[in-house]
Every structure is written in C-alpha cells, then in structure tokens.
C-alpha cells in the first residue's frame, strides 16, 4: 500500500535553532516528492519538489534531501523564525495512470518559540 | 482571481442538514482536487477532476457525498443529511496539466464546516 509517514508528529524549537523532519514512504512508482507548509487557517503552500535525480536542493533557509534508495526525505530548517511555525507535509506523486497520482503524510506541526 | 477561491470560509449546519462548498480553481487549470483536513492531520483525498469528469472519487467516504464540475471550471462538493463527523476544513486545490503528475497543487484557504 503506498504510504507517507513523517516524524515527528510535533516539534518545538526555540528561535535561532535548526530542526529536521523525516519524511519515509513506501510510494511506487515513485515520481517525486514535495514539501508544502501549512500555516493556520491557511491552505498547503508548495516549498520544495525532489525529483529522483536529485539529492539536495535548498531554498532560502530551508534544505531539502532525499534518498531514493531507502525512500526517505527529510527537511532542515535553518536558523529557525517565528514565522516558520506550521505544518510541513510531504506529499509524493506516482507514476500511476487514472487515479489521483499523490499521497499525503499527515505532517509534522512545528512551533517556534521566542 | 489569482489563487483558488473558497466560499464559505466557514459554515455552521445542524445534524441532517444539506451543504454546499464551492471552489473556484486558478484559471486555466484542468485539474481540481477536494480534500478533508481534520485538526491536527494531513489532508486527506476525496475527489479528484481532470475537466468535467471524475478521474477519481475512491476518496469520498460515503454516498451522502458528492461533487460536480460541469463547465471544468468551478465545482461544488455537496454534502446530504450532515453527520458530526463532517466536521473538518474542506480544502480545494488545482493544478495546471503540465503539473499533473508532479504534485504542484495550488490550495484555496478552506472551507471550515462545523455540524452541530
């Protein structure tokens, strides 16, 4: 069954700090694999998209990785705001034909304290 | 508009009654897509239109649940005879074709529906 799971579930960190969040999936064929962050209130906004070519790709203060091999990804947050408290979701697309080709994970809720 | 749009931003029924949640996608976008958000999870499919059609609906729960999209443009979710468990953010999002299979979704703000 192609599944997305992320740890942790929660996270609190304390501003000016680095986190990472995992993200393992089981999806195949696999196609790629995006991060979105989810503010409050606030529908899922795309941050990043790893295709299976690709091992790292940053942007701004967020890094992105992915290991096709044991089909994990994970997101590091740099130098951590205030701002950067959300939801992170991965969603990874398949290449299969006619059903909806994304999977969700139920995403890592992170907080940024001062 | 620019984004997707989503009305009501918040609704409140009672048990047993009808809803409607409209989505006004991006312009241009062929693919829409319906999810349910309950607090503290990651959304989750309902529907999915390429066009008019539904490529796919394994995700609606429940035939008190349906959607349409009659011109590929706009589409509404309908939900009959509201349960308490409906209770979540509705959340709609597109997708231009040449992002089809590479998970680029454009999200609307949400449609919060609360039954009582």
């Known amino acids: 069954k192609n599944q997305v799971e992320q740890s942790p579930q929660s996270l609190i960190i304390l501003e000016g700090k680095n986190c990472t969040l995992q993200?393992?999936?089981?999806?195949?064929?696999?196609?790629?694999l995006r991060w979105y962050k989810q503010d409050t209130g606030r529908g899922p906004v795309s941050l990043t998209i790893m295709t299976f070519s690709e091992n790292t790709k940053s942007n701004g203060r967020y890094t992105a990785t992915l290991d096709a091999d044991t089909k994990q990804s994970s997101l590091h947050i740099t130098a951590s705001q205030l701002s950067d408290s959300a939801s992170y979701i991965c969603?990874?697309?398949?290449?299969?034909?006619?059903?909806?080709?994304?999977?969700f994970g139920k995403g890592t809720r992170l907080s940024v304290i001062a | 508009g620019a984004g997707v749009s989503q009305t009501p931003s918040n609704k409140v029924t009672e048990k047993g009654k009808y809803v409607e949640l409209r989505c006004d996608p991006i312009?241009?976008?062929?693919?829409l897509y319906w999810y349910r958000q309950s607090l503290g999870q990651g959304p989750e499919f309902l529907i999915y239109f390429q066009g008019t059609g539904a490529a796919d609906d394994s995700g609606l729960p429940n035939d008190r649940f349906f959607a349409v999209r009659p011109e590929g443009s706009v589409s509404t979710l309908k939900i009959q005879r509201t349960e308490r468990g409906d209770s979540a953010v509705y959340l709609c999002?597109?997708?231009?074709?040449?992002?089809?299979?590479?998970?680029?979704?454009?999200f609307g703000e949400g449609s919060r529906l609360t039954v009582l």
């Open positions: 999002a597109s997708s231009p074709v040449r992002a089809l299979n590479t998970g680029e979704l454009f």
């Open positions: 993200c393992n999936y089981t999806v195949s064929p696999f196609s790629n």
């Open positions: 969603v990874v697309s398949t290449l299969r034909a006619g059903n909806t080709p994304l999977v």
């Open positions: 312009s241009g976008h062929t693919a």
